[in-house]
Nanobody, 120 residues
C-alpha cells in the first residue's frame, strides 16, 4: 500500500504564508500527477493545484499568482507554497496522487487532510 503524510497546516493571519508538504511512502512504482485539493465547511472539495511527472502545473483561478506547487520526485513529495493567504483560503487541504505500486493502483490516493485557517 501507499501512505501519504501531510504536514504544514496551521493558523495564519491574512497576508501570511504557509508551506504544505505531502510525502508518499510504500512500494511505489510510479507517481504521475500529484496535487492539492481543499474542502471548506459546507462546500464541495475543489482542486487547488496539480503537477504532473514532467513538471507541468495547473492552478485554480482563485490561487493563481499566490500559490506555487512543486515536487521532489526523489523524495516522492509534493509541496504547496501559499503566499498572501486570504480568509477564503480557510479549508482542509488534501494531498492527492495518481500512481501505482506493489499491491496498489493504478488509481487515486488521498492524504488525511491538514487544516489551514486564515484569520482576518
Amino acid at each position: 500500500q501507499v501512505q501519504l503524510v501531510e504536514s504544514g497546516g496551521g493558523l495564519v493571519q491574512a497576508g501570511g504564508s504557509l508551506r504544505l508538504s505531502c510525502a508518499a511512502s510504500g512500494s511505489i512504482f510510479s507517481i504521475n500527477a500529484m496535487g492539492w485539493y481543499r474542502q471548506a465547511p459546507a462546500k464541495q472539495r475543489e482542486l487547488v493545484a496539480t503537477i504532473n511527472s514532467g513538471g507541468s502545473t495547473n492552478y485554480a483561478d482563485s490561487v493563481k499568482g499566490r500559490f506555487t506547487i512543486s515536487r521532489d520526485n526523489a523524495k516522492n513529495t509534493v509541496y504547496l507554497q501559499m503566499n498572501n493567504l486570504k480568509s477564503e483560503d480557510t479549508a482542509v487541504y488534501y494531498c492527492n496522487i495518481k500512481g501505482r505500486g506493489r499491491g496498489w493502483g493504478p488509481g487515486d490516493y488521498w492524504g488525511q487532510g491538514t487544516q489551514v485557517t486564515v484569520s482576518s
